[in-house]
C-alpha cells in the first residue's frame, strides 16, 4: 500500500501544480487582454482627438482669414457712403466755378457759393458731424488745444476761450478733432 499511496500522492500533486498552473495563467491572459483592449481603446480615443484638434485648428485659421479679408474690405469701403453723399456737392462746386469764369456779377455768385457751402454742412450733419462750440466757454483741454494765451481786460475771460483757430468737430458725440483755440489769461 506504501506505493500506491506514494503514487497517488505524486499523481494528486501533478493535479494540484496543473490546476495552479491553470489558475496562474488564466489571469494573465485575462489581464493581458484587458490590457489590450484599453490599449487599443485609449489609442483609438486619442486618434478621434487629434482628428478633432486638426479640424479645430482648420476651422480657426479659416476664420481668421475670413475675418481679415472682411476687416480689409471694409476698411477699403468704410468712407464709401460718406463719400457718395459728397459727391453731389462736389457737382454743385464743379457748377458754381463755371458760373465763376462765365458771370461778372459778384452777388449771384456770392449767393451760388453760399448755397454749396450750406448743402456741405447739411450732408456732413446727415452723416452725425457736428461742430464744436468753443468761444467763451472755459477751456478744456479734453476738447480744446491752446494755441496761445493772450491777456484780456476784463477777469471773466480769464481762462476762457476767446478766438477758435481751427474749429473743432464731433462724429455721433464723439471728438473726431480737437479746436484750436486761443485762451484768455
Given at each position: ?150 491777456p484780456v481786460p476784463d477777469p471773466e475771460l480769464k ?27
Amino acid at each position: 500500500m506504501k506505493q500506491n499511496d506514494k503514487s497517488e500522492m505524486e499523481f494528486d500533486n501533478k493535479a494540484v501544480e496543473n490546476l495552479n498552473d491553470a489558475d496562474a495563467e488564466s489571469p494573465t491572459i485575462d489581464f493581458q487582454e484587458s490590457v489590450q483592449d484599453e490599449t487599443a481603446r485609449l489609442t483609438k480615443e486619442i486618434q478621434e482627438l487629434k482628428d478633432k484638434y486638426l479640424r479645430q485648428v482648420a476651422e480657426f485659421d479659416n476664420f481668421r482669414k475670413r475675418n481679415a479679408r472682411e476687416r480689409l474690405e471694409l476698411i477699403q469701403t468704410a468712407g464709401k457712403d460718406v463719400i457718395v453723399s459728397l459727391l453731389e456737392v462736389l457737382d454743385d462746386c464743379d457748377r458754381a466755378e463755371k458760373q465763376l469764369q462765365a458771370t461778372e456779377e459778384l452777388g449771384t455768385v456770392k449767393e451760388g457759393v453760399q448755397l454749396v457751402f450750406n448743402k456741405l454742412r447739411t450732408v456732413l450733419q446727415n452723416k452725425g458731424l457736428k461742430p464744436m462750440q468753443s468761444v467763451g466757454t472755459p477751456f478744456n483741454p479734453d476738447q480744446h488745444e491752446a494755441i496761445t494765451e493772450i491777456p484780456v481786460p476784463d477777469p471773466e475771460l480769464k481762462g476762457k476761450v476767446i478766438d477758435e483757430v481751427e474749429k473743432g468737430y464731433y462724429l455721433n458725440d464723439k471728438i473726431i478733432r480737437f479746436a484750436k483755440v486761443v485762451v484768455g489769461k
